[in-house]
């Protein structure tokens, strides 16, 4: 990855010809970017299929070391980006979090393939989370069953250009030079099905709602789903009837009254965005003022 | 463990499957009836009786070979559990199938692992799944889900969390109807209700500790002295299942004295993706593209396999035509390829684990990538081919290969199809085979590291029910496409790989020989393509149905894949006109049956050749965990 001085050199000040090619004058942003985009260390990390694609984008014929990203590392100490290359299991989000949890800041998460992405066509089954943004920030997404090595070096690029959009003046882009310090993502637990502690409290309170009726430890309760799936096909009738049915009250605190559980989220999303504009606004202004007085 | 006797002067080790079958029914009377479901076949044995009667099958009968044992759940039907074997000759043959039923409520079936020590996974994974109790077995818990979880999911009651219907496809989607996302409906993908009192400290325990008390570690460590009079501890290794040598999401937990390992326990499920529970719910032609994620280092085995099995139960049916010869041809062709993409991976990966890191590997993946792009022009994808259809395939060989994805590459594709196959047969991969043994075969560091080392011996590989390059190392000349033969393999003329010495450096020897046979297979197909050319690979000129019924009964198909005995028990409920889902979908998977004896082989070794022995067995954990 040769450093290519004119594309580096994108500020308004301008460089005598005979020196274009030995100085360049940007913005410690960029530079730092174009640092880490060429040198993403992504983790020796395999789930299913899609990790043999993985390894054949490795490997010789469609070498990822072309955009830097050669340096697979076994250890997540040492790795700034996680391929969850494969389907995701109940089972196996628990390491995969901790591995998370243990990588160093900056660090990246791409999802490759349907199953990582969404569950795929493993979604309906017992032990499959349908999706690693469950529990992970992803930042990139890669879609095919499995992707095509192009495919996955289309989704590295994606990944570098979203790194040379970050800029180090703005907080939210690069949360690990913040002051505060960052919370791990919390571990599932494997009880009588997977749990996210973050749902804690909600499970708490859909328990005692149905305290009333159920009292047992793991009592496998038909979904809400299923019962209107059911009533439909009413033919079946043996199966419905151990369905215990869920009251009102009890969905109730699945969706919370306030609105949809994302609702802040989306918010959160939208200051979020207005500040970034608002900077951005900011940022032209003076640019303008300073080509003004020149 | 008891060891396989044989009874010669009874000479019922030669009789034939029917003889055999009578011969129970003679001697066992009382327990042993015969299944005369329709479409079925072999015997029902009274469970109390059910450790007689196997140890008859094994030493008086000579059906020495485990190879499958898996539970149906007859919900409706009978209202039973039942438990499923075959058991075959390691001299070649058919299948005796005995079955053993029990209550749905207090499931319990005398265990079979003191016969066959291949049976302790496989009842593990229906003790998991179907929630049968193996009474007697040394080691009955969770294999594939972790303890504590709730349920046998794969009896006929049980729902998952994104549960819509029965079978595919659901009325919501086709025809016509209102579509909506399952997970609209049940926002956090639950589908289990909690006490009040839920305490997540008290949760965390159960999955984790139950692994290690199965070694009596964590408890009570054991206390050694070492030679020199020191007093040390024996030491838990937790390898996996985040480890670069574990060949995907496996895990393995040592106990080693000093560097020697002292027990070794497998550890899997973490990529369970419950492929026979969504085979249940899927129509027989949708399982066709779940199989090539099974063992996705050779999808066209996998697909071979099941439609064998479905092929096997149409053709009880009135309306079924067998493939023509141009399709068993072109199966065979790709099924070899396959193999020769698996043994390279597996040699590859195998001097990764052994040191060889990773520059080996290029070298293969090299041609690896060249029968990809093959398979990419004809069936469309580099790896999950889904390429066979049940009495054909998905289509013809085009006539010439041209890249249609590969834009990023070197040079523009286009072949004559018939002259890259020639080329790619007669030159390309011999030549990649004998770089291959001229880099590896004397040499001396991997002699230093494979020799001697990961011994399985012959009775044990028989015993544990192994299967393909792992028994055939262990001087079992054992190959399916011989000993049960299918397809045109009889009319082929090859030889089965077998060595002797039963340790790492024999599986690699076996592996190389068994590339060279493929080599020399795919040399007679070629001529067998070119005077079949022109001829439809479906029988009646079109392809076969959309959505086939398939009559009642239950089929077994098996064929030799690349890691071994890959088989597909198949039950169909089908009434008048025959189902259009399975009723039951087993894999009889080779990479999980084959690491049975895994902690047996390890013991002794040091932790640096554990890793190799791991690749050595060749799995994936695709088809491990399923």
Same mark, same amino acid.
Request: charged share 25%; proline share 6%; aromatic share 8%.
């Given at each position: ?140 997404? *890669?879609?095919?069953?499995? +992707? &095509? !090595?192009?495919?996955? $070096?289309?989704?590295? @690029?994606?990944?570098? #250009?979203?790194? %040379? ?13 913040? *002051?505060?310090?960052?919370? +791990? &993502? !919390?571990?599932?637990? $494997?009880?009588?099905? @997977?749990?996210?502690? #973050?749902?804690? %409290? ?20 038909? !979904? ?71 | ?626």
């Amino acid at each position: 990855m040769d450093l290519n001085l004119q594309e580096l050199n994108q500020t308004e000040f301008p460089v005598p010809a005979e020196l274009e090619n030995n100085i360049a004058i940007t913005s410690l942003s960029q530079l730092y970017n174009w640092g880490r985009r060429n040198s993403m260390w992504p983790m020796l990390f395999g789930l299913a299929c899609c990790a043999i694609e993985m390894i054949a984008t490795a490997a010789s014929r469609f070498d990822f070391s072309r955009f830097g990203f050669e340096v697979m590392r076994a250890t997540p100490r040492q790795a700034d980006l996680m391929i969850v290359s494969g389907t995701v299991t109940k089972k196996m989000v628990v390491p995969i979090v901790r591995l998370y949890n243990q990588m160093p800041e900056p660090k990246y998460v791409l999802a490759m393939g349907a199953c990582a992405s969404g569950g795929g066509p493993f979604k309906e089954g017992y032990n499959v989370v349908s999706g690693m943004d469950k529990y992970l920030p992803v930042d990139v997404y *890669v879609p095919g069953c499995p +992707p &095509t !090595p192009q495919a996955l $070096l289309y989704g590295m @690029i994606a990944l570098q #250009r979203k790194i %040379d959009g970050q800029s180090i003046a703005n907080g939210d882009d690069v949360p690990w030079y913040g *002051v505060s310090s960052a919370e +791990p &993502t !919390p571990v599932p637990v $494997l009880g009588p099905d @997977i749990i996210d502690p #973050r749902q804690m %409290d909600m499970i708490r309170r859909q328990a005692e709602a149905a305290a009333g009726d159920i009292s047992s430890l793991g009592i496998r309760d038909l !979904p809400a789903a299923t019962q209107m799936v059911a009533a439909r096909v009413a033919a079946d009738a043996t199966a419905v009837a151990d369905a215990t049915p869920v009251s009102e009250d009890a969905l109730s605190f699945v969706l919370p009254s306030g609105g949809a559980p994302w609702a802040e989220a989306e918010d959160i999303r939208e200051k979020r965005r207005l500040r970034a504009l608002a900077r951005k606004a900011l940022r032209a202004s003076r640019r303008a003022t300073v080509a003004e007085e020149e | 463990m008891d060891q396989p006797t044989l009874a010669p002067e009874k000479q019922l080790d030669a009789t034939t499957v029917d003889e055999a079958i009578a011969y129970l029914r003679a001697e066992y009377a009382d327990a042993v009836t015969l299944d005369d479901r329709e479409g079925y076949g072999g015997v029902i044995v009274q469970s109390n009786r059910l450790v007689d009667v196997a140890r008859a099958i094994r030493d008086d009968l000579g059906f020495d070979y485990l190879s499958s044992a898996t539970a149906v759940d007859y919900l409706g039907a009978g209202d039973h559990l039942e438990m499923v074997y075959h058991a075959y000759r390691t001299s070649g043959g058919g299948s005796l199938v005995f079955k053993a039923q029990t209550d749905r409520e207090q499931a319990e079936i005398p265990s079979l692992v003191p016969i066959w020590r291949g049976a302790d996974f496989q009842e593990r994974e229906a003790w998991d799944l179907m929630g049968i109790r193996f009474r007697g077995h040394p080691n009955l818990k969770r294999i594939l889900m972790w303890e504590g979880f709730h349920g046998h999911p794969l009896r006929k009651d049980w729902r998952e969390a994104y549960y819509e219907e029965d079978q595919k496809p659901f009325d919501n989607r086709w025809p016509g109807g209102q579509v909506y996302r399952v997970e609209e409906r049940n926002v956090f993908g639950k589908n289990v209700t909690y006490p009040p009192d839920i305490d997540l400290g008290r949760l965390m325990d159960s999955s984790e500790t139950a692994v290690y008390q199965s070694l009596g570690l964590g408890v009570d460590v054991e206390r050694i002295m070492d030679k020199d009079g020191f007093e040390t501890n024996e030491l838990v290794v937790n390898m996996g299942p985040h480890h670069p040598s574990t060949h995907g999401v496996f895990r393995m937990v040592l106990t080693v004295d000093g560097e020697t390992v002292t027990s070794l326990e497998p550890v899997m499920g973490y990529l369970h993706r419950n492929h026979e529970k969504i085979g249940e719910r899927n129509t027989y032609l949708h399982n066709i593209p779940f199989t090539d994620r099974l063992d996705y280092i050779s999808s066209m085995g996998n697909n071979h396999g099941y439609v064998l099995a479905v092929e096997q139960l149409m053709s009880l049916g009135r309306k079924y035509n067998p493939p023509t010869y141009r399709c068993e041809a072109l199966r065979v062709m790709m099924v070899e390829l396959s193999r020769i993409v698996n043994h390279l991976w597996a040699i590859g990966f195998w001097l990764n684990d052994i040191g060889a890191f990773f520059t080996p590997v290029l070298y293969f993946v090299q041609e690896r990538e060249r029968i990809l792009d093959f398979f990419e022009a004809v069936a469309g994808s580099r790896m999950m081919c889904n390429y066979m259809r049940f009495g054909g395939l998905f289509g013809d060989l085009p006539e010439r290969l041209k890249s249609v994805s590969n834009l990023t590459n070197d040079r523009v594709r286009d072949y004559n199809t018939m002259q890259f196959l020639t080329e790619m047969i007669n030159e390309r991969i011999p030549r990649t085979i004998d770089e291959l043994e001229r880099l590896l075969t004397q040499n001396e560091i991997l002699l230093e590291r494979s020799v001697g080392v990961g011994v399985l011996t012959r009775e044990d590989a028989i015993n544990y029910s192994a299967a393909g390059p792992l028994l055939r190392g262990s001087g079992v000349a054992y190959d399916i496409r011989r000993a049960d033969p299918y397809s045109i393999y009889p009319e082929l003329d090859f030889d089965i790989a077998v060595e002797d010495e039963g340790d790492m450096y024999a599986r690699y020897r076996v592996r190389v020989a068994e590339l060279r046979e493929s080599v020399r297979i795919l040399k007679q197909i070629l001529p067998r393509l070119e005077a079949t050319e022109g001829e439809s690979i479906w029988a009646d000129g079109k392809p076969g149905a959309y959505a086939p019924r398939v009559p009642h009964g239950e089929a077994y198909g098996r064929v030799e894949n690349g890691k071994g005995e890959l088989g597909y028990y198949v039950v169909s409920a089908g009434g008048r006109g025959g189902s259009a889902n399975p009723w039951r979908y087993h894999v009889r998977a080779p990479s999980f049956i084959n690491l049975t004896p895994m902690g047996i082989m390890s013991r002794g070794h040091k932790v640096a050749d554990v890793v190799g022995i791991l690749g050595s067995i060749d799995i994936v954990l695709g088809e491990t965990d399923r």
